[in-house]
């Protein structure tokens, strides 16, 4: 692996920072990570799934998400989340004033009461170093500038303990919990590089017990045959037709393993459906062929896009292969990753509409396993879902 230098003056001191080269592979999760639930938060490449609030100069260098300059402000992930673990790696100058924002609006302005401000600091930079909760409590320990380091966080109903270096740093438990929000990168003073930001769902429970279709209905009339097989999948073959969940969720993360057993078949799970009604909801994707040899080309939407609203931006999955896909809702923004990697953003801008095909739906609506046509044959196994709590304060 190739190393080179890059320099940057900072308003007291000398950065010299080693980048990966171009040619470097981005981090991607490992397979114990996908069976484990973990998500990439960022791809290594691209600033997807991000947004910025301020000008300042976010970049992708080497690797790592980087800033240095410009006007003080955010860069927020375009989700919200629940409870999570949370991993994240930074390196600073040793002036620099920074931080990763937890449970946060995408503007915040109290540290003490709309968000979890997890400083990155010297001792001298700030009253409240690297490790501590802005407002909130004061990490006793002191890690170094100039060389990564990393945060481990547990964020659960209001609870968060947070390691750096594997070395515990805070144990924080707020009595009135923020619930959910954004994650945000700070860039306030200094400059600041993150890297390997990846997040694991935390609460999931499972929705299908591996034995029968308890919990799920069979639409009538229709021609997909659901089953459960000796090994505890959920499987579908010939089609239409669907599978109903019993319950009904509006904001929530649901995770899930699929496999294809055909070539370029085509599924999806819908959700926020009408209860009783065919195939009327948001749909995310399952269809993992592409285009002249490009994933970047997906066929009909791909693999964890949204039909008819957006198309996956890579087909990352394969058929034949067992494959990992994690949905995120929360009031008019979804998105999904397919193992590990987000391929999915979309925010609906439409008029809220009880019918999704209609407008923005933000009621309780069922989940529905489709089959699509006689050529359907998939499983499914691991289906897991958590309701989003709401917003605190």
């Given amino acids: 692996m190739h190393v080179t230098l890059r320099v940057t003056l900072c308003t007291a001191a000398l950065f010299v920072i080693p980048v990966l080269s ?21 791809d290594g490449e691209t600033l997807f799934g991000w947004q910025a609030t301020s000008e300042a100069n976010w970049k992708v260098d080497g690797g790592a998400i980087s800033v240095s300059q410009g006007s003080p402000g955010f860069l927020h992930t375009t989700s919200q989340f629940g409870d999570y673990a949370l991993k994240v790696d930074f390196r600073h100058a040793a002036e620099t004033n920074s931080g990763v924002f937890l449970h946060t609006p995408e503007k ?19 009253a409240f170093p690297t490790g501590s909760f802005v407002g909130r409590k004061k990490c006793e320990k002191e890690f170094s500038a100039e060389k ?32 959910r929000g954004h994650i945000s990168l700070q860039f306030n003073k200094g400059a600041v590089e993150f890297k390997n930001i990846k997040l694991k769902p935390l609460g999931l429970q499972s929705i299908f017990n591996g034995k029968d279709l308890t919990g799920w209905t069979v639409f009538p009339g229709e021609k997909s045959v659901f089953s459960v097989t000796p090994k505890g999948e959920l499987n579908v073959k010939n ?9 009904q ?45 490009d994933r970047t080309k997906p066929v009909d939407c791909g693999t964890g896009g949204f039909y008819r609203r957006q198309n996956a931006r890579k087909v990352v999955a394969d058929d034949f292969i067992w494959f990992h896909k994690t949905l995120v809702v929360s009031g008019d923004h979804m998105a999904t990753w397919v193992n590990g990697y987000q391929v999915s953003d979309f ?37 897991r879902l958590a309701e989003m709590p709401a917003r605190g304060k």
């Fill in 108 to 126: 915040p302005t109290d540290p003490k009461n709309d968000c979890y401000e997890l400083n990155i600091a010297a001792p001298g930079v700030s």
């Fill in 22 to 42: 171009a040619a470097a592979e981005p981090g991607v999760p490992t397979k114990e990570e996908l069976a484990d639930g973990w998500i990439m938060l960022f």
């Fill in 239 to 247: 089609g239409r037709g669907q599978l109903e969940s019993q319950g």
């Fill in 249 to 293: 969720y509006a904001d929530f993360t649901l995770q899930l393993e699929v496999f294809v057993n055909g070539k370029t078949l085509n599924s999806g799970i819908f959700f926020r459906s009408i209860p009783g009604q065919f195939w009327n909801g948001y749909e995310s994707q399952i269809q993992n062929g592409f285009k002249d040899g």
């Fill in 347 to 383: 925010t609906d801008t439409r008029p809220e509409n009880e019918n999704p095909r209609n407008g923005l739906r933000v009621q309780k609506g069922t989940l529905l396993i489709q089959g699509h046509d006689p050529t359907t044959d998939l499983s499914f196994r691991n289906i």
């Fill in 148 to 179: 990564w380091h990393t945060f481990e966080v547990t964020l659960r109903s209001g609870r968060c303990t947070v390691k750096v270096d594997a070395q515990e740093a805070l144990d924080y438990t707020d009595e009135k919990p923020l619930g």
